[in-house]
């Protein structure tokens, strides 16, 4: 199993930067990829980017595409999003998974640990 604790959420206006970290310990060498997920008051949870460990392949959705960045620290066990020009839309509670992810990297059914989550408010 692997923990994954995550930090960096917080209230920001619309426009700001926030950074999203979550570092993973425990059994972290079954873990292919990690990703973030975040989920609204009401609405499902949605996959935002995933992030391949070994060789840092990156897919991100179309709602964030160019506006957020997935990374990761092999040395720290950490990966990172980076969210810039944040919008109200954006607001969620985001949580970073850990998974082999064998098939669709955008199912959460794909990822076996999660971590507690973290607020992101974004004010208009």
């Known amino acids: 199993q692997v923990q994954l604790v995550e930090s960096g959420g917080g209230l920001v206006q619309t426009g700001g930067s926030l950074r999203l970290a979550c570092v993973a310990s425990g059994r972290t060498i079954n873990r292919s990829a990690m990703a973030w997920f975040r989920q609204s008051l009401g609405k499902e949870r949605e996959f935002v980017a995933v992030?391949?460990?070994?060789?840092?392949?990156?897919y991100y959705a179309d709602s964030v595409k160019g506006r957020f960045t997935i990374s990761r620290d092999n040395a720290k066990n950490t990966v990172y999003l980076q969210m810039n020009s944040l919008k109200p839309e954006d607001t969620a509670v985001y949580y970073c998974?850990?998974?082999?992810?064998?098939?669709?990297?955008?199912?959460?059914?794909?990822?076996?640990?999660w971590g507690q989550g973290t607020q992101v408010t974004v004010s208009s």
């Open positions: 998974a850990a998974g082999r992810v064998a098939g669709p990297h955008y199912s959460d059914s794909e990822y076996d640990d």
């Open positions: 992030i391949s460990w070994r060789i840092g392949i990156t």
